[in-house]
């Protein structure tokens, strides 16, 4: 989709602040809009996607496709092909579909379970979910790590790898002041759903591609959950 359909789609509140594509060497193809500083996307989108390629192989995902990324009422789309990088830089995106990614658009009616903190629960419903194929928490306070493996054929060690580099995405976005907290990376195979809380505590989900509407209801739930915080 270019940016100029992207642009006219967009629902109302919420703007295309700027693009950036890059070639394979991630030099600049040609930007538009506002971005305040290209250079620095041309130094972080390597990292990043050599960060987020680690990840999937650890969960044998196939092909890195792109991330998207919300939080602070901003929203960012990178999409990744075999010929270039674009970088998209949102104002006003609260949730999924607000970035045009109709498919995650909440939905809330069909998962059919209240809103609430409860990492028991969590666990309970992620175990429901035929998609999900481990799922794990970590809890700033410790740096300890709580996870559960629903398929036996991932390995403990590479997963636990994976997990260090998606902190390490996170970190990026965080320190180029871009949009974090909820966070989907996309694969051929799969996806890897990270939600950050104000206090770096950590929900992680890894998913094969889900295309159920009430399970991706589900899952946008329980992120929301997490990121409310527990129940006092």
């Not at 740096?143 to 997963?159: H, I």
């Not at 770096?200 to 509407?213: G, I």
Request: glycine share 8%.
């Amino acid at each position: 989709m270019s940016s100029t359909s992207q642009l006219s789609d967009l629902p109302q509140g919420v703007q295309l602040l700027g693009e950036a594509c890059f070639h394979e060497d991630f030099s600049v193809e040609h930007t538009e809009g506002h971005l305040s500083d290209v250079d620095s996307l041309g130094v972080l989108l390597p990292t990043m996607i050599r960060s987020a390629s680690s990840c999937g192989d650890s969960f044998g995902a196939g092909e890195f496709q792109g991330v998207v990324s919300l939080g602070e009422k901003r929203g960012l789309v990178i999409s990744i092909n075999d010929e270039k990088s674009c970088f998209r830089l949102f104002d006003g995106a609260t949730i999924w579909s607000d970035l045009k990614d109709e498919k995650y658009e909440r939905n809330w009616s069909q998962s059919g379970f209240p809103l609430f903190y409860n990492l028991d629960y969590i666990g309970q419903v992620f175990k429901s979910l035929g998609s999900v194929k481990w799922y794990g928490l970590r809890d700033n306070e410790d740096n300890r790590w709580s996870q559960e493996f629903l398929d036996d054929s991932l390995d403990t060690n590479a997963v636990e790898s994976a997990t260090m580099m998606t902190l390490q995405i996170d970190m990026l976005l965080k320190g180029q002041d871009l949009p974090r907290g909820r966070i989907r990376l996309d694969f051929e195979n799969g996806q890897l759903w990270i939600w950050a809380s104000v206090t770096d505590d950590y929900l992680m989900a890894y998913t094969e591609r889900v295309d159920n509407r009430s399970d991706l209801s589900a899952i946008e739930q329980l992120g929301e959950a997490f990121l409310l915080g527990p129940l006092v």
